[in-house]
């Protein structure tokens, strides 16, 4: 009776085999009826479609991690960006500020009548409104060209509102020349401010070509 030759003895025999493989195979072989063949045939493919199944399974989580990665990247270059052009918004508000107290108090009779009670000439509140709104700017998600010029306004800002509020708390104690000092320093913070508020505004300009 003929021994039905099966896979895994086939394997058996390969294993098994030396140099002379293919020679001692041929009499196993020219025996392997229909269904040895079959056999054969069938579990090559099962090994096939499996090895194909992973390959693809592996292949698709890749590409599906790297369009999330791709995804998460482009989010996050659009949020930087609408953070760079909220800088930019808040940091001209601030300078129109500064423009508007410096226009209200050219002189140091202004800063007296304000610190005598005349708010129509400017409000230093407005300030400090400001102020709070640059504090709260989240400099982690600013680009990072953008976090020092975001600080500098931030300091140019308080200085100025610390700088008119002494001059506003003092101004009966100055004389000409502390008065015309203390003017010349608040049109010079904002001489500062106007410098970085045009870096800003080139640096989001580039990052949106």
Not at 108 to 132: C, N, P, R, T, Y
Request: glycine share 4%.
């Amino acid at each position: 009776m003929r021994a039905v030759v099966v896979p895994w003895q086939a394997t058996d025999t390969f294993r098994n085999c030396d140099g002379h493989t293919f020679y001692h195979l041929l009499p196993l072989l020219s025996t392997m009826s229909a269904s040895d063949w079959a056999a054969w045939v069938q579990a090559i493919g099962t090994i096939v479609a499996i090895f194909g199944a992973v390959g693809i399974a592996m292949w698709q989580t890749e590409k599906q991690h790297k369009s999330a990665l791709a995804e998460m990247r482009e989010d996050r270059r659009q949020n930087r960006r609408e953070a760079a052009r909220n800088l930019l918004a808040l940091a001209d508000e601030a300078l129109d500020l500064l423009h508007r107290s410096g226009q209200a108090l050219p002189k140091w009779e202004a800063i007296m009548s304000l610190a005598q009670g005349d708010k129509h000439l400017f409000d230093v509140q407005e300030l400090q409104v400001m102020e709070g709104a640059l504090d709260a700017v989240q400099l982690h998600v600013l680009p990072h060209d953008l976090v020092r010029p975001a600080r500098m306004v931030q300091a140019g800002v308080r200085r100025y509102r610390m700088a008119l509020g002494h001059a506003i708390e003092r101004h009966r104690e100055m004389d000409a020349a502390q008065s015309d000092s203390a003017l010349a320093f608040l049109g010079l913070l904002t001489k500062k401010l106007e410098k970085t508020c045009h870096d800003i505004d080139e640096l989001v300009r580039r990052d949106d070509a």
